[in-house]
């Protein structure tokens, strides 16, 4: 898979620190055309956010990310954020539309909370206005590297 083969390049050329941005869009395409055959007929036709999440109804999923969750939301803690600069981290602002946030903290931390926070990752990077800064490079390599961790502990074919 060719998908596959960027990512194994780029994890052994890991000589640029921002390069965790490009590692994480091709991540994600990985998974997006992964969730997209697994859960071709959920959703009618094409609903990328919901089969996104689809992944979180599975046992084997729900019982891998548990064994990371910790880990992850800490981590998550640690990143800065422009809006609340006296404590840790506990949500993500989205660029636009009617939610405002995605919580992600000991209360909202499940599965399905930590894929909802990296497709809005995704969304504020892909289709939002982000500044290239150091918070936004911080919260784009944390998602790649907390995604790839679970991905490839799931042992679903994410082959590297």
């Not at 390069?19 to 990328?48: A, R």
Request: hydrophobic share 40%; proline share 1%; glycine share 2%.
């Amino acid at each position: 898979m060719i998908i596959v083969q960027w990512l194994n390049f780029l994890e052994a050329n890991n000589d640029y620190s921002r390069s965790k941005v490009i590692k994480f869009i091709i991540l994600w395409m990985w998974y997006n055309q992964w969730y997209n055959e697994k859960y071709i007929d959920i959703h009618g036709l094409y609903n990328d956010k919901a089969k996104s999440l689809e992944l979180a109804n599975e046992q084997y999923a729900q019982e891998t990310y548990a064994s990371m969750q910790d880990e992850i939301l800490n981590s998550f803690k640690n990143i800065p954020s422009f809006h609340c600069s006296t404590s840790a981290r506990d949500r993500l602002w989205k660029d636009s539309g009617l939610e405002k946030e995605i919580l992600f903290n000991e209360e909202y931390c499940d599965l399905k909370q930590f894929l909802m926070l990296i497709y809005q990752i995704r969304c504020n990077f892909l289709h939002g206005n982000k500044e290239e800064n150091d918070v936004n490079i911080q919260l784009i390599t944390w998602a790649y590297d907390n995604l790839y961790k679970f991905l490839k502990n799931l042992n679903i074919g994410l082959d590297l």
